[in-house]
Structures are given as structure tokens and as C-alpha cells.
């Protein structure tokens, strides 16, 4: 079983920055993908980013691509989303999820971390 602990978000202002953490724990040698989700008030969850851990291939959702940069750190397995020209419609929760082998969905997920863009 993996354990996902997010930190990081909190109140910023539009146009800032701002950056979340997300460190895996327990099983974390089946990890192959961790990425990033949002969920809004009121709307569906809906992916942000998403790295491979060993291949370091990168996707992102078409409405943060150039703001948004996720990363990885693999000895404390961590990866962040560094979030830059944030904009009031960024404001969401902040979900990290990991696809563990063999399963092809995110299956383990964190408690979410809130991000709140003020115009």
C-alpha cells in the first residue's frame, strides 16, 4: 500500500506563484506514474500533470501547460507542482495520485491540498 501526503498551497494572489510537494511512502517500488489533480467547487475532478517516474516523460492539461511544471525528486519520492501566473480559476483543491504497477489508474491518492488564487 502507498501513502501520499500533500503539502504546500494556502492563499495566493493572481499573477504569483506558489508550489506543492507530494511524498510517497510505504510500497512505493510499483509507483510508475504520480501526478497531479484538482477538483473546484462545484465541478469534477480533473488532471493537472503527470510524470513517469523511471522515464521522466511529462503531460500536462491543456489550460496550465506553460504556467504549471511538475518534477521529481526519486530518493524521498516527491514530486511538486510548481504553479506560476496563477489565476482566480487555478483556486481548487489539490489532489497527488499514483498509478501502482500493474494497475493503469491512478489508484493511490492524497488528501488534497488547497490552493486558493485571489484576483
Known amino acids: 500500500q502507498v501513502q501520499l501526503v500533500e503539502s504546500g498551497g494556502g492563499l495566493v494572489q493572481a499573477g504569483g506563484s506558489t508550489r506543492l510537494s507530494c511524498t510517497a511512502s510505504g510500497r512505493t517500488d510499483n509507483i510508475f506514474v504520480m501526478g497531479w489533480f484538482r477538483q473546484a467547487p462545484g465541478k469534477d475532478r480533473e488532471f493537472v500533470a503527470a510524470?513517469?517516474?523511471?522515464?521522466?516523460?511529462?503531460r500536462y492539461a491543456d489550460s496550465v501547460k506553460g504556467r504549471f511544471t511538475i518534477s521529481r525528486e526519486n530518493v524521498q519520492r516527491t514530486i511538486y507542482l510548481q504553479m506560476m501566473s496563477l489565476k482566480p480559476e487555478d483556486t481548487a483543491v489539490y489532489f497527488c495520485?499514483?498509478?501502482?504497477?500493474?494497475?493503469?489508474?491512478?489508484?493511490?491518492w492524497g488528501r488534497g491540498t488547497q490552493v486558493t488564487v485571489s484576483s
Open positions: 510524470i513517469h517516474w523511471s522515464a521522466g516523460n511529462i
Open positions: 495520485a499514483a498509478k501502482i504497477h500493474p494497475q493503469a489508474e491512478f489508484g493511490s
